[in-house]
């Protein structure tokens, strides 16, 4: 059984850091992109930063300059390094992988979320 596992989330002053990590665990052939989603509440859920296998990066607008994207594909895990963080960064973040699993097509695999919340 394929599983994505994330940590990190946590309260944090607005400014603070955190840095989530995700780990793909089971009978894996091959991992594909990963990426980190978030949703808040009353929104639709969102991508907020997107890795290759090769290591190219895709950031939203709205992270761009403060978060950092990151894998060790060896390991099969992503992190996501989030600096100077806002009140409106507060969101269940989501950790996602395009994998090949024995006995499958390509297709999408989600993490339980870990939830972020930014507040003074």
């Known amino acids: 059984q394929v599983q994505l596992v994330e940590s990190g989330g946590g309260l944090v002053q607005p400014g603070g850091s955190l840095r989530l990590s995700c780990a793909a665990s089971?009978?894996?052939?091959?991992?594909?992109?990963m990426a980190w989603y978030r949703q808040a509440p009353g929104k639709e859920r969102e991508l907020v930063a997107a890795i290759t296998s090769g290591g190219m990066t895709n950031y939203a607008d709205s992270v761009k300059g403060r978060f950092t994207i990151s894998r060790v594909n060896v390991k099969n895990m992503v992190y996501l390094q989030m600096n100077n963080l806002k009140p409106e960064d507060t969101a269940v973040y989501y950790c996602n992988a395009v994998m090949i699993v024995p006995g499958t097509n390509l297709r999408d695999y989600w993490g339980q979320g870990t939830q972020v919340t930014i507040s003074s």
């Open positions: 089971g009978s894996i052939f091959r991992i594909n992109a």
